[in-house]
Nanobody, 120 residues
Framework: QVQLVESGGGSVQPGGSLRLSCVAS????????MGWYRQAPGEERDLVAA??????NYADSVKGRFTISRDNAKNAVYLQMNSLKAEDTAVYYC???????????????WGQGTLVTVSS
């Protein structure tokens, strides 16, 4: 059973920074895409950033402020968030696409979410 454990959320003032971490545990042969999503109250869950190999993709609203990175040896993905704004307040979820040994199909798993609150 593959599980994702997220950490790093919390409360910060506008203009501040936070770094989210997400580590996958379990038996994993390979990981394809790793991503961060967020969901504000009453809103849908939206993609914030994703990384596949060395290719990254960001939502327009976070470009230039957020940076996604991964550590393949640790099966981990990170999200460095700078210049945070009130509108970044949301529950942040990580998701990975992974493959088991002797399998060709990629599966997806979500983390439990971590709350980020940006407020003065």
């Amino acid at each position: 059973q593959v599980q994702l454990v997220e950490s790093g959320g919390g409360s910060v003032q506008p203009g501040g920074s936070l770094r989210l971490s997400c580590v996958a545990s379990g038996i994993i042969a390979s990981i394809n895409v790793m991503g961060w999503y967020r969901q504000a109250p009453g809103e849908e869950r939206d993609l914030v950033a994703a990384i596949s190999g060395d290719t990254t993709n960001y939502a327009d609203s976070v470009k230039g402020r957020f940076t996604i990175s991964r550590d393949n040896a640790k099966n981990a993905v990170y999200l460095q968030m700078n210049s945070l704004k009130a509108e970044d307040t949301a529950v942040y979820y990580c998701k990975i696409s992974y493959r088991r040994f002797f399998a060709s199909k990629y599966l997806e798993v979500w983390g439990q979410g971590t709350l980020v609150t940006v407020s003065s």
